[in-house]
Nanobody, 119 residues
Framework: QVQLVDSGGGLVQPGGSLTLSCEASGSKLNINVMAWYRQVPGKQRELVARISSDGSTSYADSVKGRFTVSRDNAKNTASLQMKNLKPEDTAVYSC?????????????WGQGTQVTVSS
């Protein structure tokens, strides 16, 4: 079992910055992928950024060049640095951790943190 706690959301003006944090805990952690998703009421959850255990990253087109995902494998933490925020970035952001045990995939989720971009 893996428990995720994400934090760092808040209210920020357009053009501002926020950094979200995710801390994973549990026994025998070997997290393959850590990712950030976001969801707006009435819309599908969207993958924002992901980072593999080898450090390779990928981003949604809408956040490329503005968001940076990172992780510390030793501490089992991940961060999402968000710059030049736009009103359309407003959403609940959730941390996701993927563990692969052979062919079996296990997904774990944080509780979510609200990001509101508004003047």
């Amino acid at each position: 079992q893996v428990q995720l706690v994400d934090s760092g959301g808040g209210l920020v003006q357009p053009g501002g910055s926020l950094t979200l944090s995710c801390e994973a805990s549990g026994s025998k952690l070997n997290i393959n992928v850590m990712a950030w998703y976001r969801q707006v009421p009435g819309k599908q959850r969207e993958l924002v950024a992901r980072i593999s255990s080898d450090g390779s990253t990928s981003y949604a087109d809408s956040v490329k060049g503005r968001f940076t995902v990172s992780r510390d494998n030793a501490k089992n933490t991940a961060s999402l640095q968000m710059k030049n925020l736009k009103p359309e970035d407003t959403a609940v952001y959730s941390c996701n951790a993927v563990l692969m045990l052979g062919a079996m995939r296990f997904d774990y989720w944080g509780q979510g943190t609200q990001v509101t971009v508004s003047s």
